[in-house]
Structure formats: C-alpha cells, structure tokens
C-alpha cells in the first residue's frame, strides 16, 4: 500500500519548475522588420500605454514587445527539480542562456526530452506558467522551426487534461479577478523572498541597454527557486526547505 506520504514525495519528483525571460526582438525600432512594425501599431491600441508611449511605438514596443511571443524572444530559461542528495532535499537549479533564440530552444528541447525519458508522467510547474511560460515557449519554438516536445503539445487537450501545475492557478483557488505576484506569496508564505518581481521593462533594459545576460539569468533561477519553494508550501510540505544546488 502506498502512502499519501511517499505518493506526495513521487509528485514532487517528477516535477520540473520553470521560468522563462522574455526581451523584445530588437531595442532598436529601425530593425524592427516593416511588417511587425505594422502588427505592433495596430495592436498598440489594444494596449493600455504610458503617456509617453501613445504616439510613439518605439518607446512602447522597447517596454512592452518582450510580453509578446509575436514580437518577443526568450534569452534565458530557469529550471529546478527537487532531488534528495545523501541526508537532505536540494532544488537543482540549471539555467539555458543563449542571444540566439534557436540554439537556447533546441537545447531546452533536448533537455525537456532527456526529463520525460526519465520521468514519463513529467508535471511543469511554475508562476503563471500557463498564462505565460508554456504557451510562450511553444510559440517561439514553431516560430524557430522546431517540433514541440511530447509533454509540450497540448493541442486538444481540455484544461483538466493538463496536469502541469501554475501556483498562482493553486493560490487563486478558482478566483481569477486578480494577480499576485510570486515575491508576496513567498512572504505570506513564510519563504525566503530570493528576489523581487521584475517587470519585462527592467529585464528588456538590463539585457539591451546593459548587455547582462548573466544577471537575467541570475534572476531567473532566483524565481525558478523561490516558485519550488512556494510550491511545496502550497502542496503542504511542512519540513525544512531544500536548499538550492547551482549545475
């Protein structure tokens, strides 16, 4: 017979969280090709746009294209999975970085596929990855010519079909009038906040202004390890927290 405890131990083990950061394709709108320029001018009044940005779709496609997958690119994924190691639990934390699109994707693909062969009921789970992370990586993969992986076609599925788990789907509990940031669930939760929210501006400027992709992807396994750890609470692990394991 098995216990609730050790089913619970086995979901948590077949689990990998993620975390995706995002930049527009160009910071510069002169290199921004002609027919997404049109696309983004007309979804600019679709948007709800600073001041600053309403007659200027430079200014706002800098701040904003990163949210897009049409007019977006992924620089860098976080990635963390739960192992015991000797007599304590770590969350494993590896990150893909890369300035060309395709090589990161085909590599997260490899990656993603090496995980299912190992754990054939693989469960995502991340920060409003459903909203965001998994529809926007599947994007960009087709945009780049790259077959989606198995666990990743979710075509035709009905969302009870989908087992990947969103904790702020989890913390919602059925209320979706509202977002809560990842960093305030941590608090209530009694997590180490790792780090702050940031807003795709700030990713966008320290990627494109600053040229840090380290950085980026510093910050990006932070959340990937503060969202295991609320994860856990949200599933009612009640022991000490892993402690993070850089690879």
Same mark, same amino acid.
């Given at each position: 017979m098995i216990t609730h405890k050790k089913t619970e131990r086995a979901y948590f083990h077949k689990t990998l969280i993620i975390d995706i950061e995002t930049v527009p394709l160009s910071y510069d709108w002169n290199l921004v090709p002609d027919v997404l320029k049109d696309h983004w001018c007309h979804k600019m009044q679709f948007l709800s746009l600073k001041p600053e940005?309403?007659?200027?779709? %430079?200014?706002?496609?800098? %701040?904003? $294209?990163?949210?897009?997958?049409?007019?977006?690119?992924?620089?860098?994924?976080?990635?963390?999975?739960?192992?015991?190691q000797e007599d304590r639990k770590v969350v494993r934390l590896k990150t893909i970085r890369n300035d060309d699109e395709k090589v990161l994707l085909l590599e997260l693909k490899q990656t993603i596929d090496h995980f299912h062969r190992q754990n054939k009921?693989?469960?995502?789970?991340? @920060?409003?990855?459903?909203?965001?992370?998994?529809?926007?990586i599947c994007r960009r993969m087709l945009v780049n010519g790259i077959a989606l992986p198995e666990c990743l076609d979710l075509g035709g599925l009905k969302p009870w079909q989908v087992s990947h788990?969103?904790?702020?789907?989890? #913390?919602?509990?059925?209320?979706?009038?509202?977002?809560?940031?990842?960093?305030?669930?941590?608090?209530?939760?009694?997590?180490?906040? $790792?780090?702050?929210?940031?807003?795709?501006? %700030?990713?966008?400027?320290?990627? #494109?202004?600053?040229?840090?992709?380290?950085?980026?992807?510093? @910050?990006?396994?932070?959340?990937?390890?503060?969202?295991?750890?609320?994860?856990?609470?949200l599933k009612g692990w009640q022991e000490a927290l892993p402690d993070p394991l850089y690879v």
């Open positions: 940005e309403e007659d200027d779709p %430079a200014a706002s496609f800098a %701040a904003r $294209a990163g949210i897009y997958a049409e007019f977006g690119k992924i620089v860098c994924v976080g990635m963390g999975y739960i192992m015991q009921d693989i469960i995502f789970c991340g @920060h409003n990855i459903k909203e965001f992370d998994i529809p926007y788990q969103d904790t702020l789907e989890l #913390w919602r509990f059925g209320d979706y009038k509202h977002y809560t940031g990842l960093d305030l669930m941590a608090q209530l939760l009694g997590v180490p906040v $790792a780090a702050p929210e940031m807003n795709k501006t %700030a990713i966008a400027r320290m990627y #494109w202004e600053q040229n840090d992709l380290d950085m980026v992807a510093d @910050h990006c396994l932070k959340q990937v390890y503060m969202a295991a750890l609320v994860y856990m609470r």
